[in-house]
């Protein structure tokens, strides 16, 4: 069974605060994701990884930087929050694009910025 | 840009009832296209995909969706839905060469 996992699960910070998310996957998936949610927007890539040591922009890579250091492992950080950052975020898996490209999600982190 | 359009931001049916949810891409050859469903405080699920072949596929649940290339459309159906397919649905696709792109998303609401 594929496994994504995210931690922490909630998250509050306060403006300006320094935050990490955490994602492991153990599906020995080469491509791992980054959304973020928000009602009437559906889900937005921040950054993307196919590999540990690679990065690649997503479509709202703006206050977010990430770190892919393994094949399971992937964070994303937000070095300075702000109230607009405040979302629910995914971690995703896959095997790759095209006939590969089934995502696997993780539980979500509820990030809530004051 | 945009590649995936799901125009019903909420849906509402009784328990029972038929269920189709609307998805239209925007692609200038035949795309991966996918449809997830995502359960309260729960990340996204695979219902079904669609790359090649026969244009209606068969998902979890009871679910299919069919491909429509004239229409530019992937339609997700149920033939009687149950109130635990209460959840938000969402059309993703992976255009020729490129990656995959969801879209905002339907909230299915089943009355009992």
């Known amino acids: 069974e594929a496994a994504v996992t995210q931690s922490p699960r909630n998250k509050v910070t306060v403006t300006g605060g320094n935050v990490t998310l955490s994602c492991r996957q153990t599906?020995?998936?080469?491509?791992m994701y980054w959304y973020r949610q928000d009602t009437g927007h559906g889900l937005r890539l921040i950054h993307y990884?196919?590999?540990?040591?690679?990065?690649q922009i997503g479509d709202v890579p703006d206050g977010y930087k990430a770190t892919r250091t393994t094949q399971e492992d992937f964070f994303l950080l937000l070095e300075l929050a702000s109230p607009s950052q405040t979302s629910l975020y995914f971690c995703?898996?896959?095997?790759?694009?095209?006939?590969?490209?089934?995502?696997?999600f993780g539980p979500g982190t509820r990030l809530t910025v004051l | 840009a945009q590649s995936v359009t799901q125009p019903d931001a909420r849906v509402t049916v009784s328990e029972g009832a038929s269920l189709q949810l609307r998805c239209k891409y925007s692609?200038?050859?035949?795309?991966?296209l996918f449809w997830y469903v995502q359960y309260p405080r729960q990340g996204l699920q695979l219902l079904l995909k669609?790359?090649?072949?026969?244009?209606v596929v068969q998902g979890v649940n009871g679910f299919e969706a069919e491909f429509s290339k004239s229409n530019s459309s992937f339609h997700l159906r149920k033939a009687s839905v149950h109130w635990s397919d209460s959840a938000v649905y969402f059309c993703a696709v992976i255009p020729y060469n490129n990656r995959i792109f969801f879209g905002d998303g339907t909230q299915l609401v089943v009355k009992p």
């Open positions: 669609y790359y090649s072949g026969d244009p």
């Open positions: 692609s200038s050859v035949t795309p991966y």
């Open positions: 990884s196919y590999g540990a040591g690679n990065l």
């Open positions: 599906n020995s998936h080469n491509y």
């Open positions: 995703a898996s896959s095997d790759g694009t095209g006939n590969y490209a089934e995502q696997f």
